[in-house]
C-alpha cells in the first residue's frame, strides 16, 4: 500500500535511492543508465523508477525543491519502504569563485538556519552530517573513476530569493564557511539522523553567485553525467 505522496507498493523500491530534485532528471537517469527500468510512483508528476545497474537494484526518485518536499519524500522512503541510504544528486549554487558551473562537490555538512529539524523533531542543532561511511565509499568511487569531487559545508536554504536586509552568500561564507547553497541537504541528513539510516548529498554547481555564470534548465536536467556516474557506481 502506497502513501499519499507515493503510490509504490512496498517492496517496489530499492534499498538504495538516488535521488535528483527534478522529476525530469530523475527520468533522464532511469531511462539512459538503468536496465529495466519501470514508472513505480508518478504522483503529482514527481517521479520514481526501479531498474537495474550492472546487476544491482536501484531506485530513482525525486525529492521536489525545498526542505519540505525532501522532508516528506526521504521520510516515506526510510520509514515506509525500508530504504536504508540516498544518495542526494543535485545542483548547487558556488559562493566561492574557485567552484566553477559543473564542478561536484560533497557535503560533509549541511548548516541551515531552517527551522525543519526544530519543527520535525525538537532537534535545535544548525549543523547536520551526512553518513561517513556513505562519503567515504563516494569519495573512493570518484577517485577509482578520475572525477574530482571536492568536500565542502553546504548553506542548505529555505529561501531562493532573499531581501537586501539578510546576510548574503559573502557574509554566509564568512560566518559559517559555507561554499554553496542548496535547499534540501539538511532535511535529508535530520531524516536521516532521526530514522537512523544513512545519507549523502553529491551536488554540481550549476550558478555563481560570485561570477553570474548558470547552466540552462535542458543542462540541469542532462548534463550532470559525472555525478550520475560516481553515484550509480557508488551504489554498488
Known sequence: M????????KGEIAEL??????PLRAKFIAETFLKDARLVT????VYGFTGYYKGKELSVMASGMGMPSMGIYSYELY????????IRIGSAGAYTEDLKLYDIVLADSAWSESSFARTQSGCTSDILYPSIDLNQRILRTAQNLGIQITPVIVHSS???YAEENVDDYRAIYKKHGCRCVDMESFALFHNAQVLKRQAACMLTISDSFPTGTKATV?????AFTNMMK???EAAL
Open 230 to 232: 560516481v553515484a550509480l
Open 2 to 9: 502506497g502513501t499519499p505522496h507515493n503510490r509504490a507498493e
Open 218 to 222: 535542458e543542462e540541469r536536467q542532462c
Open 42 to 45: 508518478d504522483v503529482r508528476n
Open 158 to 160: 529555505d529561501v531562493f
Open 79 to 86: 520509514q515506509f519502504y525500508d530504504v536504508k541510504q540516498i
Open 17 to 22: 535511492v538516488l535521488m535528483p530534485g527534478d
